[in-house]
């Protein structure tokens, strides 16, 4: 930090957090650091023997140890593949070469030069939280597109960029189980309750929008909550900030010119025609884009493998067609340019995401993480607390477990046989258990370093704001971390206490008679 920018951080608990966060090592160093760690750990613990099974194979955990030959050599064999095979690394870098095209010839600083032509300005924060909800049906399109367009999106309304990007953050990832257009979050989840569920009764059926009326209610209350942060916590928060980015990388906004607004018209046509026609080839029930099912909202439905390809397509196709009716793209060499020039500005985020495979791997392989939310979940199990506080614990637990294994649907896979079953013998349906697991693995999403799309946000703030650390981020998004936490458990339990539906056809009668 500049001695400047060091003077307008504030004082207090958030100040705190942002100098300690700042002092941590540069990402990259911090998972090599993390990744040290994880070795000795299992080197250790490899020497323990522990009295806890999984509860789908029913095997005891073993602590592998990664400094043994035959776990180094597998490191050194697999760490090639454990990068090009990351998920996120390829969902990034594909999106953002087509994004690169569209930004290149100027397709999305019109697009949202006329949205803010459209809207009110005081509905910016919720739109852009909306937005950041809605992406969820998309996969992690919301990190590629939606998170940076938050900031350009408030950068061009004269607000601090900075801001925009916390606010599209709280809606993408801390709002995570909070939308009401259903995703395949929805069945991924429901499956894996089942399976706890049917331990204790094998006659049970969940449905797989067993969780919608609350999901959809939650999304009125994350709008809501996160518009007040963002304008009375902490947008004023960073009123002392200076943006300092490269003044040419900076979006520029003027009034949108004849060429532009022909551009703009046709590029859109295009988009929507291109949206009709993907409509129409999906409608047919044996469509190829549909599952050996004819589901569309499953992981296996082809559709929903490719939405990485299709956000690619959505921007070059606009992109190209803007860039030729406004003159701005003189031929395919520009395309080429746009792709190049995003590549370039991920060439960080590339180094990060090498160290943060090799971590995320070898803390999944050494089964640290599997330890840690076994023990966690077995010690709740362990203290009888009553059903409300209950609900509360396995919130707190899997917030806390969240910091430490960032898949949703591996940690659900370890606590559903454990919480599902526990739960129905008080009384507890499925689909409650469920919506509390939801809720507090929502809410830490935004604060942990250790979720592979931290760093990518780290990096569209620098953008802005060069020297924008791990602590910046943390401090920006601890506010909505805590708030989304307490008043998501609050809604939460006055479900349960109302005994209103949390979603379709209800699996378990509850509360308790």
Avoid at 14 to 28: W, Y
Avoid at 234 to 242: K, N, Q, S, T, Y
Avoid at 325 to 346: C, Q
Avoid at 357 to 385: D, E, M, R
Wanted: proline letters at 5%; aromatic letters at 12%; hydrophobic letters at 55%.
């Amino acid at each position: 930090m500049s001695e400047q920018q060091q003077a307008a951080v504030p004082g207090g608990f958030l100040g705190t957090v942002e100098r300690v966060g700042n002092k941590l090592p540069d990402p990259a160093v911090l998972f090599i650091a993390l990744l040290g760690i994880v070795w000795v750990l299992s080197w250790a613990l490899s020497y323990v023997t522990f009295d806890i099974f999984h509860p789908a194979t029913g095997e005891r955990i073993v602590v592998v140890n990664q400094l043994s030959g035959e776990s180094f050599v597998a490191f050194m064999s697999t760490m090639v593949t454990r990068f090009m095979t990351f998920g996120p690394v390829g969902v990034v870098l594909v999106a953002m070469l087509g994004i690169g095209v569209a930004e290149h010839t100027g397709f999305i600083s019109t697009a949202i030069r006329a949205l803010l032509n459209v809207t009110a300005k005081w509905l910016l924060t919720p739109m852009v939280i909306l937005v950041g909800i809605i992406s969820h049906s998309a996969v992690d399109a919301g990190y590629v597109l939606v998170i940076p367009l938050g900031g350009v999106i408030f950068y061009a309304a004269g607000r601090h960029p900075l801001a925009g990007i916390a606010a599209a953050f709280a809606g993408v990832s801390g709002g995570f189980s909070a939308n009401f257009v259903p995703s395949s979050l929805d069945p991924l989840l429901q499956g894996l309750t089942l399976e706890g569920a049917r331990l204790l009764d094998p006659n049970i059926a969940v449905n797989t929008l067993n969780n919608y009326f609350f999901t959809t209610a939650s999304s009125i209350l994350i709008v809501g909550l996160g518009w007040f942060l963002t304008e009375k916590v902490v947008e004023p928060r960073l009123a002392g900030v200076e943006i300092d980015g490269d003044p040419d990388e900076l979006p520029e906004f003027h009034d949108i010119k004849d060429n532009e607004r022909r551009g703009l018209r046709w590029s859109l046509i295009a988009m929507v025609l291109g949206l009709v026609v993907l409509f129409l080839s999906v409608l047919p029930s044996q469509s190829a884009w549909r599952d050996a099912n004819g589901g569309l909202a499953t992981f296996s439905a082809p559709i929903m493998q490719s939405i990485v390809s299709l956000i690619f397509f959505l921007f070059v196709i606009p992109g190209i067609v803007y860039g030729k009716v406004s003159g701005s793209m003189k031929g395919m060499k520009d395309m080429i340019e746009g792709m190049t020039k995003a590549m370039h500005s991920m060439a960080y985020y590339i180094v990060i995401m090498f160290f943060i495979a090799q971590f995320v791997i070898a803390f999944s392989v050494s089964n640290l993480g599997t330890l840690l939310a076994l023990y966690g979940a077995k010690g709740l199990a362990a203290l009888g607390l009553p059903t409300a506080i209950t609900i509360v614990g396995i919130v707190l637990l899997t917030a806390f477990v969240n910091i430490f294994v960032g898949s949703a649907s591996g940690k659900w896979g370890l606590l559903a046989p454990i919480f599902v079953p526990m739960l129905m013998s008080l009384g507890i349906s499925p689909d409650l258990t469920q919506a509390a697991y939801r809720v507090g693995d929502s809410s830490t999403n935004i604060i942990t370093p250790l979720m592979p799309y931290f760093p990518l946000v780290v990096i569209y703030c620098q953008r802005y704001v060069k020297n924008t650390g791990i602590g910046t981020l943390a401090a920006m998004m601890l506010p909505y971390s805590l708030w989304f936490l307490l008043t998501w458990t609050l809604f939460l339990l006055a479900y349960y206490a109302l005994g209103l539906p949390l979603g379709f056809a209800a699996s378990y009668t509850y509360p308790p008679s």
